[in-house]
Nanobody, 116 residues
């Protein structure tokens, strides 16, 4: 069984920073793409950032220049460094990983709240 556990969410003032982490455990022999989505009530789910197994990254236009995604294949983790946070970044953030060429697994979600 594969499990993804997220950490690092919280409340921060606008302009501040947070770092989200996601760690996978279980029977894992391969992880392809890792990434982060976010969803705020009443809004569509949005892909925030993704990183391929070779390190190629992709970001939503709304976070380019402010967020940085990274991964550690040996530790089976991905981090999302979020700087210059804005109130519109408030959402539940979910990590995902494409594991064992089989399916995508999701974390439980972590709340990020940015106050004005």
């Amino acid at each position: 069984q594969v499990l993804l556990v997220e950490s690092g969410g919280g409340l921060v003032q606008a302009g501040g920073s947070l770092r989200l982490s996601c760690a996978a455990s279980g029977s894992i022999f391969s992880i392809d793409t890792m990434g982060w989505y976010r969803q705020d009530p009443g809004k569509q789910r949005e892909l925030v950032a993704s990183i391929g197994s070779g390190g190629s990254t992709n970001y939503a236009d709304s976070v380019k220049g402010r967020f940085t995604i990274s991964r550690d294949g040996a530790k089976k983790t991905t981090d999302l460094q979020m700087n210059s946070l804005k109130p519109e970044d408030t959402a539940v953030y979910y990590c995902y990983m494409h594991i064992n060429y089989a399916r995508v697994y999701w974390g439980q979600g972590t709340q990020v709240t940015v106050s004005p």
